[in-house]
């Protein structure tokens, strides 16, 4: 894409920030190193390295496939990313060292594998910004990928439980040693549906029926499509056993249809009915058991943790009371990198590794990486209100939400603020499913960041077919409800 004389693309500063999160994740493995072993080896700054060669690569794809992009969103993931893969090689060396057993090379290892996920998940980034030159393009398909987004996210629940269950949750395909999380790629496909269908019906979805307490109601007959919404997540509780994965994609329904109408009703009826669901859910799991028996056996679980009955039995609350006592352990500070003992929290790679992280860099520690977090979501919704078109503004804003929510999901889980769910923690988690879907999303904001920040050319037009020259709306309710031509 050939750049505008004078206007800014920012690329050297991405580049520098780039760089400076590099130095910052050779530091972490250094650290660990002196912390765990008691010398810093030779090979300390090799997986820096490495990820800093896959890291620039994306950045030159970006500067020459969306050169007014958000230059802060690669280096903000590429340092939770590093820290990640730091992490997850912290625990491949004390493996080691309790089992007396040699240090696994950079290759080895769950830290090993997460570098080889992050080289995949790069260059699915790279592919989507380099076949997807208009974000605007992807409505073509809305209702493929609506179609797409809902059948990955119920394969696991028609799956046997031997070919689908992973902790006491439905929501993987194993099949040998291969394994992967359809749902982590429905979040894309369903926020594109999502943006699609509400830019269009957005209008009528607007209509207010009553008017309550200052709140405008919509009409009656408009509630099917959240009502539709509402059961699907619903049977996502109750057949894949998992609160977080339905209130993720319900409150993305939501929030998308709140952006779109603008209207605090949808909020509020969105809260009530999925919290009465969850309050019924629960009711029926007492009295009748079935397929409601998991999400009570998990809340009983969750509202008493330290029961001895909970806490000992299978499945009960012993990883929840283990992470609870690991961030208790971190204190302010933390034990430094590669002093804590991360596992006797079970499942520290993958759910719990916030819990694990907690122990060694403390409370101030994380309250950095929720900053790092709520800086790319920041990001992502800025990007939302400053393209030029609906259907952008939409997907922008909503898979800016999904990540805000599945971070807060695994945190509540955590903490026990909400029940525990099987959600993991965006690029820090081991695992590919989660890395590749959240660098597809990271891709997809890069790509309407670019269209924001650039000219009209770079596909940032308004709804309007051929409206390049077409003044902007200034709000989101100023623009037509019509079908997108790209």
Same mark, same amino acid.
Request: aromatic share 10%.
């Given at each position: 894409?050939?750049?505008?004389?004078?206007?800014?693309?920012?690329?050297?500063?991405?580049?520098?920030?780039?760089?400076?999160?590099?130095?910052?994740?050779?530091?972490?493995?250094?650290?660990?190193?002196?912390?765990?072993?008691?010398?810093?080896?030779?090979?300390f700054w090799?997986?820096?390295?490495?990820?800093?060669?896959?890291?620039?690569?994306?950045?030159f794809v970006?500067?020459?496939?969306?050169?007014?992009?958000?230059?802060?969103l690669?280096p903000?993931?590429?340092?939770?990313?590093?820290?990640?893969?730091?992490?997850?090689?912290?625990?491949?060396?004390?493996?080691?060292?309790?089992?007396?057993?040699?240090?696994?090379?950079?290759f080895?290892?769950?830290?090993?594998?997460?570098l080889?996920?992050?080289?995949?998940?790069?260059?699915?980034a790279?592919?989507?910004?380099?076949?997807?030159?208009?974000?605007?393009?992807?409505?073509?398909?809305?209702?493929?990928?609506?179609?797409?987004?809902?059948?990955?996210v119920?394969?696991?629940?028609?799956?046997?439980?031997?070919?689908?269950?992973?902790?006491?949750?439905?929501?993987?395909?194993?099949i040998?040693?291969?394994s992967?999380?359809?749902?982590?790629?429905?979040?894309?496909?369903?926020?594109?549906?999502?943006?699609?269908?509400?830019?269009?019906?957005?209008?009528?979805?607007s209509?207010?029926?009553?008017?309550?307490?200052?709140?405008?109601?919509?009409?009656?007959?408009?509630? +099917?499509p959240?009502?539709t919404?509402? =059961? #699907?997540? &619903?049977?996502? %509780?109750?057949? $894949?056993?998992?609160l977080g994965? *339905? @209130?993720?994609?319900?409150?993305?329904?939501?929030?998308?249809?709140y952006?779109?109408?603008?209207?605090?009703?949808?909020?509020?009826?969105?809260?009530?009915?999925?919290?009465?669901?969850?309050?019924?859910?629960?009711?029926?799991?007492?009295?009748?058991?079935?397929?409601?028996?998991?999400?009570?056996?998990?809340?009983?679980?969750?509202?008493?943790?330290?029961?001895?009955?909970?806490?000992?039995?299978?499945?009960?609350?012993?990883?929840?009371?283990?992470?609870?006592?690991?961030?208790?352990?971190?204190?302010?500070?933390?034990?430094?990198?590669?002093?804590?003992?991360?596992?006797?929290?079970?499942?520290?790679?993958?759910?719990?590794?916030?819990?694990?992280?907690?122990?060694?860099? +403390?409370?101030?520690?994380?309250?950095? =990486? #929720?900053? &790092?977090y709520? %800086?790319?979501? $920041?990001?992502?919704?800025?990007? *939302? @209100?400053?393209?030029?078109?609906?259907?952008?503004?939409?997907?922008?804003?909503?898979?800016?939400?999904?990540?805000?929510?599945?971070?807060?999901?695994?945190?509540?889980?955590?903490?026990?603020?909400?029940?525990?769910?099987?959600?993991?923690?965006?690029?820090?988690?081991?695992?590919?499913?989660?890395?590749?879907?959240?660098?597809?999303?990271?891709?997809?904001?890069?790509?309407?960041?670019?269209?924001?920040?650039?000219?009209?050319?770079?596909?940032?037009?308004?709804?309007?077919?051929?409206?390049?020259?077409?003044?902007?709306?200034?709000?989101?309710?100023g623009?037509?409800?019509?079908?997108?031509?790209?």
């Amino acid at each position: 894409m050939a750049r505008i004389p004078g206007m800014k693309t920012q690329r050297n500063a991405e580049l520098g920030l780039l760089a400076f999160a590099m130095v910052l994740v050779a530091a972490y493995g250094a650290t660990v190193e002196a912390g765990r072993i008691g010398e810093i080896t030779p090979t300390f700054w090799v997986p820096a390295a490495l990820l800093s060669v896959l890291f620039l690569g994306l950045h030159f794809v970006v500067r020459y496939t969306a050169p007014y992009a958000d230059p802060v969103l690669i280096p903000a993931v590429a340092l939770i990313n590093g820290l990640g893969v730091g992490f997850l090689r912290r625990l491949d060396i004390g493996d080691a060292l309790s089992e007396k057993q040699p240090i696994p090379g950079i290759f080895s290892g769950i830290g090993g594998r997460q570098l080889a996920w992050t080289l995949i998940a790069l260059i699915l980034a790279a592919v989507l910004l380099l076949v997807v030159r208009d974000h605007k393009v992807v409505s073509r398909y809305a209702y493929t990928l609506g179609l797409t987004g809902i059948v990955l996210v119920m394969i696991p629940a028609v799956l046997p439980r031997s070919l689908s269950e992973v902790n006491g949750a439905k929501l993987w395909i194993r099949i040998g040693s291969f394994s992967i999380q359809p749902g982590e790629f429905a979040k894309i496909a369903l926020v594109s549906f999502f943006a699609y269908y509400l830019v269009r019906k957005r209008e009528v979805l607007s209509l207010a029926s009553r008017r309550v307490l200052g709140i405008d109601f919509p009409r009656g007959r408009d509630l +099917g499509p959240v009502v539709t919404v509402w =059961l #699907l997540s &619903l049977l996502v %509780l109750v057949f $894949e056993k998992d609160l977080g994965t *339905a @209130l993720l994609y319900f409150g993305l329904f939501i929030v998308t249809l709140y952006v779109a109408t603008e209207r605090s009703s949808w909020l509020i009826i969105g809260l009530l009915l999925f919290f009465g669901g969850v309050y019924v859910a629960y009711l029926l799991g007492a009295s009748v058991g079935g397929p409601f028996a998991n999400f009570y056996d998990r809340a009983q679980v969750w509202l008493n943790p330290f029961d001895s009955e909970n806490y000992e039995r299978v499945g009960g609350s012993y990883q929840l009371v283990q992470g609870l006592l690991s961030l208790g352990t971190g204190g302010l500070f933390g034990s430094g990198p590669g002093g804590g003992s991360p596992r006797f929290v079970p499942e520290v790679q993958n759910d719990f590794i916030f819990a694990g992280m907690g122990e060694e860099i +403390g409370l101030f520690g994380l309250s950095a =990486l #929720l900053v &790092l977090y709520l %800086l790319i979501v $920041e990001r992502g919704l800025r990007s *939302a @209100l400053a393209v030029r078109d609906s259907f952008g503004k939409l997907v922008a804003g909503g898979l800016s939400f999904t990540l805000g929510l599945q971070i807060f999901v695994i945190l509540g889980g955590i903490t026990g603020l909400i029940p525990l769910t099987g959600q993991t923690t965006p690029f820090l988690s081991s695992g590919g499913s989660s890395l590749m879907a959240n660098w597809l999303l990271i891709a997809m904001l890069l790509r309407i960041s670019n269209a924001a920040r650039g000219p009209a050319a770079s596909g940032g037009g308004t709804d309007r077919a051929g409206g390049g020259g077409k003044k902007a709306p200034a709000q989101l309710h100023g623009a037509m409800t019509e079908v997108i031509k790209p």
